[in-house]
């Protein structure tokens, strides 16, 4: 059977790079390349969940798109109509990872790694496997650690005010909590951090492990 292979990406060359890996493998045919998920879903026309008039089996999806678009909406809407998603980027951002892997893709895919590993991951993917290699043992090395903490909704909310730039005084007024109990929510996540073998001393460090772990997200990462 032949697996049927979109890409999403804004960038041309990178368009043309891809459609130039898969032309030869017998059993992969490289649909088209979209800049949007708009553009892709406008081509596919889903009849009803699952069922397209130009059916497409895997798709590869870029993190970031001129569009603006949020990657785990995108993610979202193309899983939701039974599509098999594949991450394909940079990998840069732990923020933007967190979030298309809260989206249910299937795997990630780096880039620059070479062409038989990438029609080895589409292959895997296509069958309903999850592409769990490399880049998914990259991600939670000794560079995201701490990618692995899971912080509850109200110390995620503590630390995004903490990043905001608020004083403990002013998030107690802000919650409407007393400012020992927002003392206590930034010992716990600090407490989270350090199991996860994270220095947190201090707000700055703090900061900075929330972006490592893509619970915060990073300069450069489009906001919700």
Not at 3 to 22: C, F, N, Q
Not at 106 to 125: P, Q, Y
Not at 149 to 178: F, K, Y
Not at 179 to 199: M, P
Request: contains cysteine; charged residues 25%.
């Amino acid at each position: 059977m032949t697996i049927r292979v979109a890409l999403i990406e804004d960038h041309p060359t990178t368009i043309l790079g891809v459609k130039s890996m898969l032309e030869n493998a017998k059993d992969i045919e490289f649909v088209k390349g979209f800049p949007t998920v708009t553009a892709f879903f406008d081509y596919v026309r889903f009849v009803r969940t699952g069922i397209a008039l130009h059916p497409v089996d895997v798709v590869l999806l870029d993190l970031r798109l001129a569009d603006l678009s949020m990657p785990y909406d995108n993610a979202k809407a193309l899983i939701d109509q039974k599509l098999k998603v594949l991450v394909y980027s940079s990998l840069e951002s732990p923020y933007l990872i967190r979030d298309v892997l809260r989206a249910g893709v299937h795997g990630v895919f780096e880039k620059n790694r070479s062409t038989e590993e990438l029609l080895d991951a589409i292959r895997i993917v296509s069958t309903g496997n999850t592409h769990a290699t490399t880049e998914w043992a990259s991600i939670i090395d000794s560079n995201y650690q701490a990618l692995g903490v899971d912080l509850s909704p109200r110390q995620q909310e503590v630390l995004e005010l903490i990043a905001s730039g608020e004083t403990d005084r002013a998030i107690a007024e802000m919650l409407n909590i007393r400012q020992s109990t927002v003392n206590d929510y930034v010992n716990r996540i600090r407490t989270k951090f350090a199991q996860a073998g994270c220095e947190t001393e201090g707000r700055g460090e703090l900061i900075k492990q929330g972006m490592y772990s893509g619970i915060l997200p990073g300069p450069s990462d489009p906001r919700n």
